[in-house]
């Protein structure tokens, strides 16, 4: 067992029971107020803008396992399905309250269910489309062998106008330095940012320094 998890190119806590453990626990607390939060919003959305309220996309797991991943509704029906979320074009294309519920990452609740499910886990590069992986080269490509998570050092340290292949250091960093204490840390800065009102510019929102080694 030992040689096996030695062989591996990530830490081995992302395949231990503790991970699974803590995104159970920390998803069945969580549930509750997001259902609240998701029922209300979805009929806000279906009041205002009509149906659908949920917007479901296939996207890349575990080992490029495809499964489908769950927001609520932030864009008008027009709107490209592929959109990057970077896009400075995207705004005229937000719902009313699709703004708030992009900045607070209230659209992504729904994506507990696919933790609890074992699709994805709290913590963990974010679930990439399956069109973007031919822009990972090299080492990026490790990010595919881990669940991708609801949050994770990318959404809380790195600038929000560019796409997520163009910051892989951050899920290189984690696949290698990964532990309980990272995770519950990225958890209660994630918790904070949610919490927090935000002024537009994300990526300055937190001061810690993290050292990325090669």
């Given amino acids: 067992m030992n040689k096996k998890n030695n062989s591996k190119k990530y830490a081995p806590y992302l395949d231990s029971k503790t991970k699974r453990y803590l995104d159970i626990f920390f998803s069945l607390i969580l549930i509750a107020p997001a259902l609240i939060i998701i029922s209300t919003f979805a ?54 309250f699709g703004k708030f519920l992009r900045a607070h990452r209230l659209d992504e609740l729904p994506q507990l269910f696919s933790v609890i499910k074992g699709d994805m886990s709290l913590v963990g590069p974010r679930p990439e489309l399956l069109q973007e992986i031919k822009k990972y080269k090299g080492p990026g490509k490790k990010r595919f062998q881990i669940k991708p998570g609801l949050t994770g050092l990318w959404q809380i340290k790195a600038p929000r106008n560019t796409s997520m292949h163009r910051n892989k250091k951050y899920d290189l960093f984690y696949l290698r330095k990964a532990n309980i204490k990272m995770d519950l840390w990225i958890l209660a800065k994630t918790a904070a940012f949610v919490l927090k009102k935000n002024d537009g510019n994300e990526n300055r929102i937190y001061s810690h320094k993290i050292s990325f080694y090669n």
């Fill in 43 to 96: 009929i806000i959305i279906i009041v205002i803008e009509g149906k659908p309220a949920l917007f479901t996309q296939k996207r890349v797991a575990k080992n490029l396992k495809l499964f489908s991943m769950t927001k609520l509704r932030t864009l008008k029906t027009n709107a490209k399905p592929y959109m990057p979320s970077y896009n400075s074009d995207l705004n005229p294309y937000l719902i009313p």
